[in-house]
């Protein structure tokens, strides 16, 4: 494939994934807006006000799936010979993972545990069962991994889509979308929960995003066409 195909190709495939990204940036125009006009520590007890056991619970465990359970599903494709994936899938999270380990400890911000320490008055919502950190907490580790893993997916199902060349269905265009909004509200969740459980402010949790969501898209734009290769060679008889 020629560079100027690539280039092609890559535009075509970025188009089918524009649903995702279009939503992705009205909700990260929403959460800015909503830092713009509320202080840091205001905003949190906003969006962390209202606590409910079954929340608690959902939240709790929903926030786990980032630190061992996301990482054991990108190895699932290896059962079926889909190394390219893997290889996806491991490319983005070390790259995001070593992109936000320089900015948390190079920024060492309070997490919301520490901050409201000095508001005596103030009792933070918190949930039975959690343990709580206090320092590094600008970006956020789990945020970028909700993203990083739903981005890939949707990345991967975009180049699927175009390779088979079926844009013009209505029906698969409708249910690649509603695919693409789910993914999306799956990884704005998991950031959410950060947030829920007061272990990260709305502005970790953005940046977390960000980093989630840029990482497998520029590494995809890049180094596509190398995926693609490996991925039609894996298929040789």
Known sequence: ??????????????????????????????????????????????????H??????????YSMLAEWPLYILMLLPLLWKKYSMTIFFAMSELSAGAILQILKHFISAPRPASAFEHYQNITLPMVEGVNMHYGNSFPSGHASTFFVFCTCIALILAYHYKQRDIQNNRKTW?????????????????????????????????????????????IFYFGGNKIMKLKKLRMRP
């Open 174 to 218: 409708f249910l690649m979308s509603l695919s693409m909004l789910s993914l999306l509200v799956l990884a704005a969740l998991g950031g959410y929960s950060r947030v829920y459980l007061s272990q990260h402010f709305l502005s970790d949790v953005c940046m977390g995003s960000i980093i989630g969501f840029m990482t497998p898209c520029l």
């Open 52 to 61: 409910t056991a079954i929340q608690d619970t959902i939240f709790k465990y």
């Open 1 to 50: 494939m020629g560079k100027k195909d690539y280039l092609c190709s890559m535009k075509q495939m970025f188009k089918i994934l524009s649903v995702y990204g279009i939503a992705y940036f009205l909700l990260l125009m929403l959460v800015f807006g909503l830092q713009f006009v509320y202080p840091k520590l205001e905003l949190h007890l906003l969006l962390n006000s209202h």
